[in-house]
């Protein structure tokens, strides 16, 4: 365990743009250490597609154990559209990861950044700021390499524990909580299809329990295709939203979409003990080497590190060197810095160049 304000992290970069918004989100940390007490060692290790072509491996074991021992682990981005297993499936140690350390809460912000465009009228105006919350190692990814296939058909079943969802819901409305301490408006709204399904109607009993324990957050009920569909008309009204992992791998997709792409989304996969930060991305090997990947989720998954960090520790000091992170970044794209994924002319080193100067 780290003491005081020296913290040790596992740097995966992983795949295709993987290593190239790595290296801008260290450059930003190292940038920290020298305006702050924080002091950072970083160790970098081998995962993803490459690593499968040269051992036969997603990740060695010794990768594994380095992030056991870390403090948190900062992944880039893993898997290649053309390597895969033999069943067909792509080469994933992210999700891997998650099994592995019970990261059982997928959190993925989504908030509009000043400057950054949004498909939705009035976003300019309204703004945007919500957090999807995925479970992330039940539902009907529970069944990843565990599905049966004959000539006829293929089946994948989905699961939702008890254990798994009062962890998921007493998280969720803690981090409900906290963001209403923080000016925001605190509600958590539970996204299931329990018209349908008898798990979804388990799932949203075990969240109205839940909910008892924290009389003081707004709560609501959502059905995916209702929510979906709310999402593209008046994002400002979300606040917190939970649900079941293969909901929220879609739900996250779009609330990145609204904000200007995921190349601006930041997330992270979040146990008792472990936390993994990524941005919400693939590894888009079409624009590998090329200098035009978007380092901006990377750096504020970055920032989200320190916010956990700072509550696992109790160290105010780390969720400030986070908040000044997400100042740099809404500072330069407010000054009208423009990535290339949205038409602009700023690559990777332009928009690392800038939150640099900007902080």
């Not at 021992?69 to 895969?84: F, K, M, N, Q």
């Not at 472990?274 to 090329?290: E, R």
Request: hydrophobic residues 45%.
């Amino acid at each position: 365990m780290s003491a005081n304000n020296a913290f040790h992290i596992a740097v995966l970069a992983g795949d295709g743009i993987g290593p190239e918004v790595m290296a801008p989100a260290l450059e930003v940390l190292r940038k920290i250490e020298t305006r702050s007490g924080l002091r950072f060692r970083f160790t970098e290790a081998a995962a993803g597609a490459n690593n499968y072509l040269a051992t036969g491996k997603s990740m060695p074991d010794s990768t594994i154990k380095l992030c056991e021992e870390a403090d948190a682990i900062l992944l880039g981005a893993c898997g290649l559209p053309s390597v895969r297993y033999p069943d067909n499936t792509e080469i994933a140690p992210q999700i891997e990861l998650r099994f592995i350390f019970d990261l059982y809460a997928g959190v993925r912000p989504a908030r509009l950044i000043p400057g950054v465009p949004s498909p939705i009228v009035g976003a300019d105006r309204r703004g945007i700021d919500l957090v999807v919350i995925r479970e992330s190692t039940e539902g009907l990814f529970a069944s990843m390499g565990k599905g049966i296939v004959t000539h006829e058909d293929a089946r994948e079943t989905l699961v939702i524990t008890r254990k798994t969802s009062e962890r998921l819901f007493e998280f969720s409305f803690r981090l409900a909580e906290r963001r209403k301490a923080r000016g925001k408006p605190g509600s958590l709204a539970c996204v299931d299809k329990a018209n349908v399904f008898k798990a979804f109607a388990f799932f949203r009993r075990i969240f109205d329990e839940a909910a008892q324990r924290h009389p003081d957050v707004k709560t609501d009920h959502l059905y995916v295709d209702a929510c979906s569909a709310m999402l593209v008309k008046r994002p400002w009204d979300f606040d917190v939203m939970v649900m079941e992992n293969m909901f929220g791998d879609i739900v996250s997709d779009i609330t990145a979409s609204l904000i200007g792409g995921l190349g601006m989304a930041p997330s992270a996969d979040i146990g008792d003990k472990y936390a993994v930060f990524q941005p919400c991305h693939g590894t888009a090997p079409d624009i590998m080497g090329q200098g035009r990947a978007n380092p901006t989720g990377m750096i504020l998954s970055a920032a989200m590190m320190l916010d956990w960090l700072a509550d696992k520790h109790g160290l105010e000091g780390v969720a400030e060197a986070g908040e000044q992170i997400e100042r740099a970044v809404d500072q330069v794209y407010a000054g009208g810095l423009k990535p290339m994924e949205f038409g602009g002319s700023n690559g990777t080193a332009d928009i690392t160049r800038a939150v640099l100067g900007a902080l």
